[in-house]
């Protein structure tokens, strides 16, 4: 299993940015995809997920300007981010749960400028 993102830069504070996650590979089942971003000298930290009944649940840091979402048929979940502050600035890792493992994407940098 594979998991690439896409969809990071670099954008202006109150901007916005669409991230998206693709796993490919022998996938039977997907049980919880989110999305986690980790800061310089931070802890990653989590920014939104999402079950497979699709009930999402985000941190008040990003709740109403971060939206997850996903389409079954590509194995992709997105992550739509509105009015970007600077201190969203950090590397987004995508995160699912594949055939009862826990996968990672590569990491995609975003960096807001004030």
């Known amino acids: 299993v594979q998991l690439v993102e896409s969809g990071g830069g670099l954008v202006q504070a109150g901007g916005s940015l669409r991230l998206s996650c693709a796993a490919s590979?022998?996938?039977?089942?997907?049980?919880?995809m989110g999305w986690y971003r980790q800061a310089p000298e931070k802890q990653r930290e989590l920014v939104a997920v999402?079950?497979?009944?699709?009930?999402?649940n985000y941190p008040d840091s990003v709740k109403g300007r971060f939206t997850i979402s996903r389409d079954n048929a590509k194995n992709t979940v997105y992550l739509q981010m509105n009015n970007l502050k600077p201190e969203d600035t950090a590397v987004y890792y995508c995160n699912f749960l594949i055939n009862k493992r826990t996968y990672w994407g590569q990491g995609t940098q975003v960096t807001v400028s004030s």
């Open positions: 590979g022998s996938i039977f089942s997907i049980d919880g």
């Open positions: 999402m079950t497979t009944g699709g009930i999402t």
